[in-house]
């Protein structure tokens, strides 16, 4: 009954490739979440959807694309990998409630691009 | 701009020592207060929030949380830490009435001695 789940755990993989994390949630949020940790553990904000809308998009490369097919699931889609991009990615999810928007996270796939 | 500041990088206790985890914000406004844990090869799980009443704050895992908004500050507290509890911690802040995007600080990595 996991309520954040991410696939695969992990991603090898070599530059130019294109390559997509998948993300569900089976807590009912509205709002969902893409982050980028590095390697010194930072947690950047990359993508926000709210019942299937984008409701943020960072400045990241248009090579990202997240794609919502349902309130459940935000999926990652990455084109032409570069070595920068060698991070662990994190989906997480949100009620939408305006007193909370605690959230919560995935186990991460961590990504290596060689 | 709204920044989360966790001053120290690492921290080391023993088992079975206090610990304080420090985080300081700069916003203008009542700020929603979060601690996230991160386990090793984990995501990331909200130990305690602030939101308003009572500053002192008690969390899951033994684990409380003091709002100062004198010292704009929301540090974190053990009164006794296990080998369990060795982690990467995060503050989060967010703006009541602004994004609902919070800002995470750079997280502070605790160590604990047998």
């Known amino acids: 009954d996991t309520a954040v789940s991410q696939t695969p755990k992990y991603l090898v993989t070599q530059m130019g490739n294109d390559k997509s994390i998948k993300c569900e949630q089976n807590?009912?949020?509205?709002?969902m979440y893409w982050y980028k940790q590095d390697s010194k553990k930072f947690l950047k904000i990359m993508f926000s959807?709210?019942?299937?809308?984008?409701?943020i998009n960072e400045t990241v490369p248009n090579r990202f694309s997240p794609k919502s097919p349902d309130k459940a699931h935000l999926n990652l889609h990455i084109n032409s990998l570069e070595l920068g991009d060698s991070a662990v990615y994190f989906c997480?999810?949100?009620?939408?409630?305006?007193?909370?928007?605690?959230?919560?996270f995935g186990p991460g796939t961590r990504l290596t691009v060689t | 701009a709204q920044s989360v500041t966790q001053p120290d990088i690492h921290i080391t206790v023993s088992e079975g020592a206090s610990l304080e985890l420090r985080c300081n914000y700069s916003?203008?406004?009542?700020?929603?207060l979060f601690w996230y844990v991160q386990s090793p090869g984990q995501g990331l799980q909200l130990l305690l929030k602030?939101?308003?009443?009572?500053?002192l704050v008690q969390g899951i895992k033994g684990f409380e949380a003091e709002f100062k908004r004198s010292q704009s500050s929301f540090n974190l507290r053990k009164p006794s830490v296990h080998w369990s509890d060795a982690a990467e911690y995060f503050c989060?802040?967010?703006?009541?009435?602004?994004?609902?995007?919070?800002?995470f600080g750079r997280g502070t990595s605790l160590i604990v001695h047998p």
């Open positions: 997480a999810s949100s009620p939408r409630d305006r007193t909370t928007y605690e959230q919560y």
């Open positions: 807590l009912g949020h509205d709002t």
């Open positions: 959807y709210n019942n299937k809308e984008l409701i």
């Open positions: 916003y203008g406004a009542t700020p929603y």
């Open positions: 602030y939101f308003s009443g009572d500053t």
């Open positions: 989060a802040v967010r703006l009541s009435g602004g994004s609902y995007i919070p800002t």
